[in-house]
């Protein structure tokens, strides 16, 4: 099948120079580069059907990973800065 694909020229260049390099089409190199995307997909899709029902609403939970660990880290070092004594 024939279509037509619309890229910023930079990409194109820099495309056109990796096919080159390694000998190879820009037909194989877009088939390539979609079928790894559409392998990913699959992927990606196949482990949040297999998640647990109750486990996809705290997916939306996720981004605050890094400042659980932030709070943590704060915590330990207010810790380590208690003197042994003032703790009954």
Known sequence: ???TVELPD???RRVKAIVANR????????TTALEEQIR???QETQAREAEA???AGFGVLSDL???NKRILELIEEEFEALD?????
């Open 1 to 3: 099948m024939k279509t």
């Open 10 to 12: 930079a990409t194109f």
């Open 23 to 30: 000998g190879t089409t820009l037909k194989q190199f877009f």
């Open 40 to 42: 990913r997909y699959t």
């Open 53 to 55: 029902p109750w486990m």
């Open 65 to 67: 990973s890094g400042e």
């Open 84 to 88: 042994p004594e003032d703790v009954t």
